[in-house]
């Protein structure tokens, strides 16, 4: 920090200390900031001090260490975890990777500064694949908090899932449904729906769960959904939902709850989803306070992945479901067409070229639904309709 010693000076202007740090993370990997270790060595001038990281704005990133009046420095720790300090993960999760991380520090008397390091702890995740439009319906896989810990109960997180598969399958009918619960510290972490296509079967399998352990093996819950088999008759697209009612807490294989370890546990567990071609976003469901919300925020996107297009990488609140149902029917419900063939025999009548033939197509199930037309003149060929949702279709000529 200089020779001697820096100093922060709160009576005499600058009256913070500026200090560049060097930005140890890895350039072109995305990881989610979960923790940092920072020491700072420093000493009052007087009596006690208190002293704290800041912005470069003033705004403190972390709460107030202090020094008591020793005849050297002293070497103290600002914790930064689940639980702590969670303003600094933030700060720093939103800077782009660069050479330095601009850092204030700032106290409430004259205080020498001898050294500071700043140790970074995060998780690496992944980008998941992007959804092509392929005119069909999806396989979506939930994940599900059936823990007792969270803002929510897990009634209401039951019925926004089924909010989900009801905006789903109202314009992507066919989409198969397979849902994996988690909760508890004891075998068995994690139980399976198998795959359903019935939304009447998926509302019965939510109903018939019980909330009964506060413990949240996210990762395991994961790990299990991507272990699955896939359904009778798969689609091509497949994206995986993970509805996280509250912080995840036990790492794959572990009994003992950790927040630092749960999280890098779930995450590395959504990278291994992405790597075996699950599309994956996350939805906030409760308002926990058990730890810090930049925190979670972090965990929550390395959960989702990178933010790619459509609803990859997507992180919502229950509100934005119908938005993420919009997000899936654009990027793969899209691309569809209906092709109609009209042959016209004259045998052995001569042809009228004033003569024409209308085929028109509407939604087989919606008697309100207009008929959408198409005309050929009287040798036929071919009608084509663009852009339709998947589903079955009434045809009149």
Known sequence: MGEPYSLIDPYSPPDQLSVLVEDGRPAG??????????????????????????????????DWVSYEAVPGFVAKPFTVDALNNG??????????????????????????????????QGEPFTAGPTLAATCSAADMSIVLDASTTGGTDLSTRAAQVMELVNLVEATMP?????????????????????????????????????????ERPMADG???????????????????????????????????????????????????????????????????TDVSSEWLANVTRGIAGEDVAGPSGDVLAPSGLETLAQDLHSAVGTG????????????????????????????????????????VDHDGGLLIWEVLPPGDYLVQE
């Open 29 to 62: 990997i995305e990881v989610a900031l979960l923790g940092a270790e920072v020491q700072l060595s420093a000493r009052p001038v007087s009596s006690l001090t208190k002293v704290a990281l800041a912005r470069p704005n003033g705004n403190r990133l972390t």
């Open 87 to 120: 303003a600094l993960l933030a700060y720093v999760q939103s800077l782009a990777v660069g050479p330095v991380i601009p850092i204030n520090l700032t106290a409430d008397g004259i205080t020498q500064v001898d050294w500071l390091t700043l140790t970074l």
């Open 174 to 214: 066919g989409t198969n449904w397979h849902v994996t619960a988690y909760q508890g510290s004891v075998a068995p972490l994690t139980t399976s729906s198998g795959w359903m296509a019935d939304p009447a079967f998926v509302a019965a399998w939510l109903a018939s769960l019980e909330a009964t352990s506060p």
């Open 222 to 288: 994961i790990a299990a959904a991507v272990a699955a088999p896939a359904p009778a008759a798969p689609n091509s697209a497949k994206l995986m939902v993970v509805f996280n009612n509250s912080a995840p807490d036990l790492a794959v294989g572990a009994d003992t709850p950790d927040y630092q370890n749960g999280a890098a546990s779930a995450i590395e567990q959504a990278n291994s989803a992405r790597a075996a071609g699950w599309a994956t976003a996350a939805v906030n469901t409760g308002t926990t």
């Open 336 to 375: 569809c067409s209906l092709e109609i063939t009209k042959t016209v025999d004259w045998g052995d009548v001569t042809p009228n070229p004033a003569q024409t033939f209308t085929v028109c197509v509407r939604d087989a199930y919606d008697e309100q639904a207009p008929w959408d037309c198409r005309t």
